[in-house]
């Protein structure tokens, strides 16, 4: 079976943001993986933090128990120290148990931002047809 790659991309984020971006799946399939890429395009301060979902609800979860809508999260954080502040861009890669998906099944992409920092942030989202 083929593997399609479906991209989310929530540029310049800059605050809590549900649904900075979403897609529709063009083909009935599995998740069997996803990817984070969290670059962050300013300087931390004390306590920054970003942390990524891809959901099916277009609301955001952050602290749900048992969230049945959820496929997966990521996230990072900042360090400010007397010498300045520090950012590593971040990739995460989540191995995926089989998540179904039927043709038109919609996938957001939700950001939870503390701190003043700005992030690029793209999921990849695996989807073998």
């Not at 999260?73 to 300045?84: D, K, N, P, Y």
Request: cysteine-free; aromatic content about 8%; overall charge neutral.
């Amino acid at each position: 079976m083929p593997v399609r790659t479906y991209r989310l991309y929530g540029g310049s984020i800059t605050a809590s943001t549900a649904a900075a971006a979403y897609l529709d799946i063009k083909r009935p399939g599995d998740i069997v993986g996803s990817e984070f890429v969290i670059t962050p395009t300013g300087a931390p301060t004390t306590g920054d933090y970003v942390r990524t979902e891809v959901s099916f609800a277009s609301n955001y979860q952050p602290t749900t128990n048992d969230a049945q809508s959820l496929v997966a999260i990521g996230g990072m954080a900042g360090t400010l120290t007397t010498s300045g502040g520090g950012w590593t861009p971040t990739r995460q890669v989540g191995p995926q148990t089989k998540i179904p998906v039927k043709l038109g099944d919609r996938l957001y992409l939700h950001v939870w931002e503390v701190g003043s920092g700005t992030y690029v942030i793209e999921a990849l989202i695996h989807v073998n047809e």
